[in-house]
């Protein structure tokens, strides 16, 4: 099923799920609308209802949705009722911070190892794990299983460490690298780049 809704449904998802773990937080009422979802979210409840409607049935008709239930219900659909661990390449500044960041374990990924090519930080602590040579990245990675990884390296070895994780058994991979990777079909990339966000926010301004 999961091959045929458009995966910009998918990646409204997240969203939903932030959404409503703030209203349980607030812990103010137990349920929710498509209504009160969209304002907060700046989504119409239409489109709201129609990408849960992908997944099942999820609210009734004047009550709306049960808070806690359809976290636990959009939990299981993104597979985050388990933990993920992820591989961190990169041990510069932003692995530094990506490394020392507590919202992935509370969200189901926890980052397990770290590689980088740099002498100076093998061997050194980040976030309490050990940054380990990229010379033995595709073996543990391979050894342990590891199915998600982060990349931040330059863009000028971003290719090459895409295609050791991929050749290793990696499927999954979020990359900081100004750079479009080239992967199979059957492994998912997310590019998070802010110089691209801010130019397509500045269309929107006028000098």
């Known amino acids: 099923m999961a091959n045929d809704i458009p ?21 103010e009422k137990a349920t929710t609308s498509s209504q009160e979802l969209g304002e907060r979210l700046g989504i ?11 997944f099942g049935e999820f609210g009734k008709q004047g009550t709306g949705y049960h808070i806690d239930y359809l976290i ?16 961190l390449v990169g041990a510069g500044f932003l692995g530094h911070a990506l490394a020392s960041y507590g919202g992935f374990h509370r969200r189901g990924f926890r980052i397990v190892w770290i590689f980088d090519n ?9 976030g309490g794990i050990l940054v380990q040579p990229v010379e033995e990245l595709e073996d543990t990675v391979r050894a342990e299983k590891a199915r998600v990884a982060i990349l931040a390296v330059p863009a000028s070895a971003a290719q090459e460490i895409t295609d050791i994780l991929v050749e290793a058994g990696v499927q ?6 100004p750079i479009s990777l080239v992967v199979p079909e059957n492994v998912q990339v ?5 110089v691209v966000q801010l130019q397509r926010m500045t269309y929107y301004l006028h000098p």
């Open 7 to 27: 995966d910009i449904v998918i990646g409204r998802l997240p969203v939903y799920l932030r959404a409503l773990r703030r209203l349980a937080q607030d812990g």
């Open 190 to 194: 997310q590019y998070s780049d802010p």
């Open 172 to 177: 999954s991979i979020l990359t900081y690298a």
């Open 118 to 126: 740099d002498p100076e930080k093998i061997g050194v602590k980040m």
């Open 44 to 54: 119409s409840s239409a489109q709201i209802r129609k990408d849960l409607s992908h």
């Open 72 to 87: 636990e219900q959009l939990r299981h659909i993104l597979h985050l009722d388990v933990e993920w661990p992820v591989v």
